[in-house]
């Protein structure tokens, strides 16, 4: 019998460091989700939603880059200043630019 149980102990020993190694990863991640939460004021439960919330906030961020980017150019092409200058401002008081890519573009223009 003694050497029945004793067969099982390697086992009974790798499946319980298994299970504490997966509760400190998991602790791990839900420390992430927490100060994630804490910092951005957001109430993610788990982190399958706070990664997709990060993909599709950080490719919302290089979308409206490139798209900026583009308009800017558009823009710096204008033949008419005054024009241009008024539609730069308004993309920065938008929020489609930030201050040194309108101080950049505008610095461009009147060049």
């Given at each position: 019998?003694?050497?029945?149980?004793?067969?099982?102990?390697?086992?009974?020993?790798?499946?319980?460091?298994?299970?504490?190694?997966?509760?400190?990863?998991?602790?791990?991640?839900?420390?992430?989700?927490?100060?994630?939460?804490?910092?951005?004021?957001?109430?993610?439960k788990?982190?399958l939603?706070?990664?997709?919330?990060?993909?599709?906030?950080?490719?919302?961020?290089?979308?409206?880059?490139?798209?900026?980017?583009?308009?800017?150019?558009?823009?710096?092409?204008?033949?008419?200043?005054?024009?241009?200058?008024?539609?730069?401002?308004?993309?920065?008081?938008?929020?489609?630019l930030?201050?040194?890519?309108?101080?950049?573009?505008?610095?461009?223009?009147?060049?």
């Open positions: 019998m003694d050497q029945g149980i004793g067969q099982f102990i390697p086992l009974i020993l790798i499946i319980t460091i298994v299970v504490v190694v997966v509760k400190l990863k998991n602790k791990g991640r839900q420390t992430r989700i927490d100060e994630f939460n804490k910092k951005h004021g957001t109430n993610f788990n982190e939603d706070l990664n997709y919330f990060i993909a599709t906030k950080l490719d919302k961020k290089s979308e409206t880059k490139i798209s900026s980017d583009k308009k800017v150019e558009v823009i710096i092409k204008e033949d008419d200043l005054g024009e241009s200058l008024k539609r730069l401002k308004k993309m920065y008081n938008d929020g489609h930030s201050k040194v890519e309108f101080e950049k573009a505008k610095n461009k223009l009147l060049k």
